[in-house]
Nanobody, 119 residues
C-alpha cells in the first residue's frame, strides 16, 4: 500500500506564497501521474494540477494557471506545489494523489494539508 504525506500548509496573507510537498512511500508501483487536489469547506473536491511522471507534462485548472506550479522529483518520489499570489478563496485542504498507468481513478490519497489565506 502506498502512503502519501503532505506538508507545507499554513496560514498566509493574501498575496503570499506557500510550497507544498507530498512524499510517497510504501509498496512501489510505477506512477503514471500525481496530482494536487483541494477541498474548501462545504465544497466538492476539485483538481488543482497534475503531472505525468515520465515526461513532466502538466495540467492546471484555470484558477491555478499563472499562480501555481506543480513539479516532481522522480528520485525522491516527491511531488511539489508552489502556491503564489494566494487569495482567500484558495483556502482549502490540499491533498496529493497518485495513479498508475492502468487506472483512470486516483489510487492513493494523502490526508491533506491545510492552506488558509487571510484577507
Amino acid at each position: 500500500q502506498v502512503q502519501l504525506v503532505e506538508s507545507g500548509g499554513g496560514l498566509v496573507q493574501a498575496g503570499g506564497s506557500l510550497r507544498l510537498s507530498c512524499v510517497a512511500s510504501g509498496r512501489t508501483f510505477s506512477p503514471y501521474q500525481m496530482g494536487w487536489f483541494r477541498q474548501a469547506p462545504g465544497k466538492d473536491r476539485e483538481i488543482v494540477a497534475r503531472i505525468t511522471w515520465s515526461d513532466g507534462w502538466t495540467y492546471y485548472t484555470d484558477f491555478a494557471k499563472g499562480r501555481f506550479t506543480i513539479s516532481r522529483d522522480n528520485a525522491k518520489n516527491t511531488l511539489y506545489l508552489q502556491l503564489n499570489s494566494l487569495k482567500p478563496e484558495d483556502t482549502a485542504v490540499y491533498s496529493c494523489a497518485v495513479r498508475s498507468s492502468t487506472s483512470f481513478a486516483w489510487n492513493y490519497w494523502g490526508q491533506g494539508t491545510q492552506v488558509t489565506v487571510s484577507s
